[in-house]
Structure formats: C-alpha cells, structure tokens
C-alpha cells in the first residue's frame, strides 16, 4: 500500500532561520506528492505540488525536489517568519486509483518565534 | 474560487447520539471526501465518493456512513457517536480531468463527544 512517513514535531525556530522538513514515501505505482498547510484555526491549503521526478514545486519561499531515487519530497524554507507557524503535511497520491485518494503523513507542527 | 463549507465549526454531543456533519461545495466537483485529523496520525480517509450515490469506504469506515443525495453536498453520519469519536472532521472535493489533481478543503468540523 501506499504510506507517507514525515517528521515529528513540534520544530521550533526563530524567526529568519532555515526551516527542512524531512517527508518519505512509500507507494504502488507513480505518485504525485504534495505539500499541504494548516494554519491555526482553518482547514488545508495546498502548498505546492510536483507530479514527476526531479520536479520542484515552489510556492511562498517554500520548496521541494521529488526525488524518485531516495523517495523523498522535503520541504525547505530559507528564511522564515512568524506567519509560516502552523501545521505541515505530506502526501500523495497515485492517478488511477479509486477517487484519487490522497495519503497523508502525519504532519508536523512548526513554531517561529519572533 | 473552488468554496468548500461545512456545516458547524464545533459541535458536542453525547454518546449514542446520531450526528450529522454536512459539506458543500459550488465547484461541481465529482469527487468528495471525509476524513479524520488526531494528533500525530494526520489525516486518515474515512469514506468518498465519486458520483451521485457511489460512495466507497476509505481506511477508516467503521462507526461511519455517508450520504450523496446530489453533487454538491456530502454528508457524513455518526449512527451512534462514541467518545473515541471525538476528533476534526474535514471535508474536501476533487474535480475529474483536473491536471493538477488538487483536493480543497473545508476549514473542518471539530467534534467532541461526551
């Protein structure tokens, strides 16, 4: 089956610092993998995206590389600030499959402190 | 804007109640979704459907039904609501042949049973 495997946390960090989110995966057949968001309070926002190897999805200074060969899709942010505080998940699914179901990691709180 | 509500932010009720949770959406999605957020397991499918009364299970289905009456309004159904019931509820929609297969989320239903 398919599974998703992310970091616990919470991560906290001061406001500027590097931010690295480790996700892997596991699934039957080609997925494509995301990054979803959670700000405190709302529901899931997507975050970026990328549906082949070597793709990099990028959206608000926050990236990920798909990378086929470590099944890995971490999530990076150079700089980050006090807004980015909320809750980070992983997921992904395989086209084809009933629904387009998507699995999820089990997400991982990040705290910046001013 | 895809515009995915649910029908109450916070909800309590007793156990054994029969509860209704209701999503609707004004995109003409086909695909819509139940889940389940608790801490540190993310989010963990609990039924969908693809189409005007098809509905599948997901992981999760136990406790649980659904119901798809028309295209924009997925309700999920707690026949007998127990306490290990308690958790968020998020509802989210998928259109079919959309190439960026992005789910959309409603900003959740946290349910507390007592």
């Known amino acids: 089956g398919n599974s998703v495997t992310q970091m616990e946390g919470p991560v906290t960090l001061s406001e500027e610092a590097f931010l690295t989110i480790n996700c892997t995966y596991t699934?039957?057949?080609?997925?494509?993998l995301f990054w979803y968001v959670q700000y405190p309070g709302e529901g899931l926002q997507l975050l970026l995206k990328?549906?082949?190897?070597?793709d990099k999805g990028s959206n608000k200074g926050f990236e990920a590389t798909y990378r086929k060969e470590t099944t890995s899709f971490h999530l990076e942010k150079g700089s980050v600030q006090v807004s980015d505080s909320a809750v980070y998940f992983c997921?992904?699914?395989?086209?084809?499959?009933?629904?387009?179901?998507?699995?999820f990691g089990g997400g991982t709180r990040v705290l910046v402190k001013p | 804007d895809v515009k995915v509500t649910q029908s109450s932010r916070y909800l309590v009720k007793r156990t054994g109640e029969k509860v209704f949770l209701e999503c609707v959406q004004d995109?003409?999605?086909?695909?819509m979704f139940w889940y389940r957020q608790d801490p540190g397991l993310g989010l963990r499918l609990i039924y969908f459907?693809?189409?005007?009364?098809?509905?599948e299970k997901g992981d999760i289905p136990e406790g649980y039904s659904v119901s798809r009456e028309k295209k924009e309004r997925f309700s999920l159904i707690l026949e007998s609501a127990s306490t290990n019931q308690t958790s968020m509820y998020l509802c989210?929609?998928?259109?079919?042949?959309?190439?960026?297969?992005?789910?959309?989320f409603g900003p959740g239903t946290r349910l507390t049973v007592l």
């Open positions: 459907s693809y189409d005007v009364k098809m509905k």
């Open positions: 699934a039957t057949g080609y997925p494509s």
């Open positions: 989210a929609t998928l259109g079919y042949g959309r190439p960026e297969n992005t789910q959309y």
């Open positions: 995109m003409d999605h086909e695909n």
């Open positions: 990328a549906t082949k190897a070597d």
């Open positions: 997921a992904l699914t395989v086209l084809g499959t009933a629904g387009n179901k998507l699995t």
